[in-house]
């Protein structure tokens, strides 16, 4: 085995800043995941607190109080939505929100994407497709949306729908395609998503089931 030149080991300064720059790759994802939820925390520590502190007086407010009081609330919605009662003033008020000019954009593309990705959407991300153009020999990585057209202007039969995410930023393109463009990819939705926003350079292999 050939052993390197002196000329070819790294100086000292350049293996500082190779540490230098491990440590930023291992604490950076850590960093910002725990600044992302003491920011949701503090959103409901401020919102929630403030209401706890109207009823309890200064001395019995324990700092948290609205953190933990903003999660029974949610939980509480969650349980209520069950009740028929309830639910029914809900779509009430989405009703009220569905008819106004300006909000009404916002409030339809935010409760049609909030519902894809929940249990009351009826359908979700579950399977990640190669799209393939056949005559440019190029694939992106995809998710199947719709594959009924039948109540929409546009559309042709066996024609799907595909969202394709951009890698590095919550935004994408969604595309019209034959089916038989579309190659099923083996691989948990967590893991392809991973996979398009770090354009590829994620090297974690997820459990195929």
């Not at 925390?41 to 706890?52: Q, T």
């Not at 639910?87 to 008020?93: N, P, Q, V």
């Not at 799209?131 to 066996?158: H, I, N, W």
């Amino acid at each position: 085995m050939s052993v390197p030149a002196d000329d070819d080991r790294p100086s000292l300064a350049q293996r500082l800043v190779r540490l230098f720059l491990k440590g930023l790759a291992t604490i950076i994802p850590i960093a910002l995941t725990l600044l992302i939820v003491f920011w949701l925390a503090g959103l409901a520590e401020g919102g929630v607190g403030a209401m706890i502190r109207w009823v309890l007086p200064d001395d019995l407010y324990i700092r948290g109080m609205g953190l933990i009081g903003g999660i029974l609330i949610v939980m509480a919605i969650g349980l209520l939505s069950q009740v028929y009662l309830f639910r029914k003033l809900i779509d009430l008020g989405e009703a009220v929100l569905d008819r106004l000019p300006l909000i009404k954009p916002v409030f339809r593309a935010t409760k049609d994407f909030v519902d894809y990705f929940s249990d009351n959407g009826g359908k979700k991300f579950d399977q990640a497709v190669l799209v393939r153009q056949p005559e440019l020999g190029l694939a992106m990585v995809g998710y199947v949306t719709r594959e009924d057209f039948s109540d929409l202007p546009f559309g042709k039969e066996g024609e799907v729908a595909v969202y394709l995410p951009l890698s590095y930023q919550v935004a994408g393109y969604m595309i019209i395609v034959p089916r038989d463009w579309l190659e099923p990819i083996d691989m948990p939705f967590d893991e392809s998503l991973r996979f398009v926003l770090t354009a590829g350079m994620s090297r974690r292999a997820g459990p195929r089931d």
